[in-house]
T-cell receptor
Framework: DQQVKQNSPSLSVQEGRISILNCDYT??????FLWYKKYPAEGPTFLISISSIKDKNEDGRFTVFLNKSAKHLSLHIVPSQPGDSAVYFC???????????FGQGTRLTINP | KAGVTQTPRYLIKTRGQQVTLSCSPI?????VSWYQQTPGQGLQFLFEYFSETQRNKGNFPGRFSGRQFSNSRSEMNVSTLELGDSALYLC????????????FGSGTRLTVV
């Protein structure tokens, strides 16, 4: 079963606008949610995380929102830059375990 | 500081063979995890080692195994390779309990022919 889902395989956004990437989850035993960015031929790079007891975390151009009642989280990138073009993975950590469950990823393309 | 180092970067093997992949974590990181990335399944958790002990295991067959050495370096082994084992294998190291501290290596691209 897919406990973490990213329903949009791809997203195209104009440079300077906001990029919104979405993620849904089903397991209530996740204690942290994370976003990773991945370029081809490289490993994922950590972007930002949020605790399950929070509803927002911000780091520069990146903000993650968590809606626990809807079991939904989103990553906002403002403003979007060409270097943001990559595959973005949503991940959730199982409480008490060093184990991440990943979504399938969303390919973000920033158009000039 | 040096990142997570995975060797080799690329590997081509024949069905039925076995393969060993290596991962050197960031100095001081004692937790090492392995993930498999395939186009259809995304990143899937294989196992996690800490202090030479496997603490967590994903839903993979017994052909997938691993170990960790006293210096925290880790290896994973896949025996009796199948075509479906073709994937990017990623290793991540972290400080215990640190969230967001999962640092991934660049991976080993395994192709089974």
């Amino acid at each position: 079963d897919q406990q973490v889902k990213q329903n949009s395989p791809s997203l195209s956004v104009q440079e300077g606008r906001i990029s919104i990437l979405n993620c849904d989850y089903t397991n209530s035993m996740f204690d942290y949610f994370l976003w990773y960015k991945k370029y081809p031929a490289e490993g994922p790079t950590f972007l930002i995380s949020i605790s399950s007891i929070k509803d927002k975390n911000e780091d520069g151009r990146f903000t993650v929102f968590l809606n626990k009642s809807a079991k939904h989280l989103s990553l906002h990138i403002v403003p979007s830059q060409p270097g943001d073009s990559a595959v973005y993975f949503c991940a959730a950590r199982i409480q008490g375990a060093q184990k991440l469950v990943f979504g399938q990823g969303t390919r973000l393309t920033i158009n000039p | 500081k040096a990142g997570v180092t995975q060797t080799p970067r690329y590997l081509i093997k024949t069905r039925g063979q076995q393969v060993t992949l290596s991962c050197s974590p960031i100095s001081g990181h004692r937790s090492v995890s392995w993930y498999q990335q395939t186009p259809g399944q995304g990143l899937q958790f294989l196992f996690e080692y800490f202090s030479e002990t496997q603490r967590n295991k994903g839903n993979f067959p017994g052909r997938f195994s691993g170990r960790q050495f006293s210096n925290s370096r880790s290896e994973m082994n896949v025996s009796t390779l199948e075509l479906g084992d073709s994937a990017l294998y990623l290793c991540a190291s972290s400080l215990v309990g640190e969230v967001g501290g999962y640092t991934f290596g660049s991976g080993t691209r395994l192709t089974v022919v």
